[in-house]
């Protein structure tokens, strides 16, 4: 009959080959497949600014206030 001692022994051994299986796949993870979705994200945002930068000038054009405003309802002076 085993006693207590060796059951956490046994336990906490298995406990530390689990963490070192995935220490192991966690740095293989890393060393593989992160510079490769690191770019890909990288691109992604690229695309997105280019997006943003498009919506944002055409949101800036549609929205113009001075664009649509006869001179004779604003305070400015005539030039």
């Given at each position: 009959m085993r006693t207590l001692e060796d059951a956490i022994i046994t336990e906490t051994q298995l406990?530390?080959?689990?963490?070192?299986?995935?220490?192991?796949l966690?740095?293989?993870?890393?060393?593989?497949?992160?510079?490769?979705?690191?770019?890909?994200?990288?691109?992604v945002e690229k695309k997105m600014a280019l997006v943003c930068?498009?919506?944002?000038?055409?949101i800036y054009t549609s929205n113009d206030p001075w664009q649509d405003t006869p001179?004779?309802?604003?305070?400015?002076?005539?030039?």
């Open positions: 406990f530390i080959d689990n963490v070192a299986k995935l220490n192991a966690v740095s293989s993870t890393n060393d593989e497949q992160i510079i490769p979705l690191i770019d890909k994200l990288r691109r930068r498009s919506f944002k000038a055409s001179e004779s309802q604003t305070n400015r002076p005539a030039f």
